[in-house]
């Protein structure tokens, strides 16, 4: 498998591929640096004048819960086997994901033994400009000691930041068979919006996965937190829905290649096969063409405008990959009869493919102007303090 790109807030920067999220740079200054760190070398702050404001994206739950080894996995293409060797998160670890156009954020990897309400620990700063939390349950544990600090998590998030999306991993389901699993998944539910509704906090919403870095419902959980991040998922989905309508397809999704989390999809429901179909197609094209493709690309990726595949399947349903951008792919289920008619499919594509890059363009005007602003801002306060400093 080929590398994907995971920029360091003070190395290369997609900075125009970001998505339009508050992010106070300022309060970042609350962490020391021995605070904020990872090993992947990611330190620093964002540039006060790029402008780009990624959401964050917290990971927090007990120790030896699985939030490093889920980054590592979706992010870092690990093997899940490699995980065992994990060592303990001790600092807070902060990582830049710019892996597309549309899918770009900050994922904060929280040590497990941290006592994140220490006064030294400045909370409201950190849920001030989240997105989503993630909280990581042990499913294979007793998770009386995860809920009560699910609990105490939330609802201290919640007053400073009523935005933010809770987002709860039942983790580690591979130990355990279905039936097993439904019945955890529905102890767990029933206990957390029990002691929110004690708390008089019922309006808080909790969503449940049962997720496991040992088959694709890592990538599927991910991919739902990741999309309601993303304020142009409405219009994606509709564009989609009038391709796959005038196409005579299926079903049909957009994926980022490299972190296999796809960030929209048609209206008809989803299911895991059809999903894990796509991630084996996308991991077949990209290993095909890392071996037999284009040697010296020097980006990593071995995927350009070029990219495509078709599988026929043996229940007389055709896969269908298109590049759409450089790091999006269009991966649709079309029925034999249906693809007889692949000329209109590709017309078609290619106006759904114009469509993106309008929505793109668009993000990028916003980008740019504020970008603008906070230039314009910076200079005011660099000049009132010049004039301070004279006036000394
Ligand atoms: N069976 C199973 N084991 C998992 C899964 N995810 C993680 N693990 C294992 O859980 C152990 C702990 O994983 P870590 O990712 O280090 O946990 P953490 O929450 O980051 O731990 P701290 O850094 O101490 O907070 C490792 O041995 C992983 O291999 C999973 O989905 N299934």
Same mark, same amino acid.
Request: charged fraction near 25%; charge should be negative.
């Given at each position: 498998?080929?590398?994907?790109?995971?920029?360091?807030?003070?190395?290369?920067?997609?900075?125009?591929?970001?998505?339009?999220?508050?992010?106070?740079?300022?309060?970042?200054?609350?962490?020391?640096?021995?605070?904020?760190?990872?090993?992947?070398?990611?330190?620093?702050?964002?540039?006060?004048?790029?402008?780009?404001?990624?959401?964050?994206?917290?990971?927090?739950?007990?120790?030896?819960?699985?939030?490093?080894?889920?980054?590592?996995?979706?992010?870092?293409?690990? %093997?899940?086997?490699?995980?065992?060797?994990?060592?303990?998160?001790?600092?807070?670890?902060?990582?830049?994901?710019?892996?597309?156009?549309?899918?770009?954020?900050?994922?904060?990897?929280?040590?497990?033994?941290?006592?994140?309400?220490?006064?030294?620990?400045?909370?409201?700063?950190?849920?001030?400009?989240?997105?989503?939390?993630?909280?990581?349950?042990?499913?294979?544990?007793?998770?009386?000691?995860?809920?009560?600090?699910?609990?105490?998590?939330?609802?201290?998030?919640?007053?400073?930041?009523?935005?933010?999306?809770?987002?709860?991993?039942?983790?580690?389901?591979?130990?355990?068979?279905?039936?097993?699993?439904?019945?955890?998944?529905?102890?767990?539910?029933?206990?957390?919006?029990?002691?929110?509704?004690?708390?008089?906090?019922?309006?808080?919403?909790? %969503?449940?996965?049962?997720?496991?870095?040992?088959?694709?419902?890592?990538?599927?959980?991910?991919?739902?937190?990741?999309?309601?991040?993303?304020?142009?998922?409405?219009?994606?989905?509709?564009?989609?829905?009038?391709?796959?309508?005038?196409?005579?397809?299926?079903?049909?999704?957009?994926?980022?290649?490299?972190?296999?989390?796809?960030?929209?999809?048609?209206?008809?429901?989803?299911?895991?096969?059809?999903?894990?179909?796509?991630?084996?197609?996308?991991?077949?094209?990209?290993?095909?063409?890392?071996?037999?493709?284009?040697?010296?690309?020097?980006?990593?990726?071995?995927?350009? #405008?070029?990219?495509?595949?078709?599988?026929?399947?043996?229940?007389?349903?055709?896969?269908?990959?298109?590049?759409?951008?450089?790091?999006?792919?269009?991966?649709?289920?079309?029925?034999?009869?249906?693809? #007889?008619?692949?000329?209109?499919?590709?017309?078609?594509?290619?106006?759904?493919?114009?469509?993106?890059?309008?929505?793109?363009?668009?993000?990028?005007?916003?980008?740019?102007?504020?970008?603008?602003?906070?230039?314009?801002?910076?200079?005011?306060?660099?000049?009132?303090?010049?004039?301070?400093?004279?006036?000394?």
């Amino acid at each position: 498998m080929s590398g994907h790109k995971v920029s360091a807030v003070s190395g290369e920067e997609e900075e125009d591929e970001a998505l339009g999220y508050y992010d106070d740079e300022d309060d970042l200054e609350a962490f020391s640096e021995s605070e904020l760190g990872c090993e992947d070398g990611v330190l620093g702050f964002n540039d006060p004048l790029s402008g780009e404001v990624k959401p964050r994206i917290l990971l927090m739950g007990l120790r030896r819960s699985g939030k490093s080894s889920i980054q590592k996995v979706v992010f870092h293409k690990m %093997s899940p086997n490699e995980t065992l060797f994990l060592e303990s998160t001790n600092k807070i670890c902060r990582e830049d994901v710019s892996s597309s156009s549309f899918v770009s954020f900050q994922i904060w990897d929280f040590p497990g033994q941290i006592d994140f309400f220490d006064p030294t620990f400045d909370y409201e700063m950190i849920f001030r400009g989240t997105g989503a939390l993630i909280f990581v349950i042990d499913s294979q544990d007793d998770y009386v000691e995860a809920l009560r600090r699910l609990h105490l998590t939330v609802t201290r998030a919640y007053k400073v930041n009523p935005d933010i999306n809770f987002e709860i991993f039942i983790h580690k389901v591979d130990g355990l068979s279905d039936d097993h699993k439904i019945e955890k998944q529905r102890d767990i539910h029933k206990r957390a919006n029990d002691d929110l509704a004690d708390a008089g906090l019922e309006q808080i919403h909790l %969503s449940f996965y049962l997720t496991s870095i040992y088959d694709h419902s890592i990538f599927e959980a991910f991919s739902k937190v990741v999309q309601k991040l993303i304020p142009q998922l409405p219009t994606l989905e509709n564009l989609l829905n009038i391709f796959i309508s005038n196409s005579g397809i299926e079903k049909a999704f957009l994926f980022d290649v490299v972190s296999k989390i796809y960030i929209a999809t048609d209206s008809s429901p989803v299911d895991m096969q059809t999903y894990e179909l796509c991630c084996d197609m996308i991991d077949v094209v990209i290993d095909i063409s890392c071996i037999y493709g284009v040697t010296d690309s020097g980006a990593g990726l071995p995927y350009d #405008e070029e990219s495509m595949a078709i599988i026929h399947l043996n229940n007389t349903t055709v896969m269908y990959l298109k590049e759409v951008t450089k790091f999006l792919a269009m991966v649709c289920f079309v029925r034999r009869e249906s693809f #007889e008619r692949k000329g209109l499919i590709d017309y078609n594509f290619h106006c759904f493919k114009n469509a993106i890059q309008e929505v793109f363009d668009v993000r990028v005007k916003v980008q740019q102007n504020r970008k603008l602003l906070s230039q314009r801002r910076w200079s005011k306060l660099s000049m009132t303090n010049g004039v301070t400093n004279n006036s000394n």
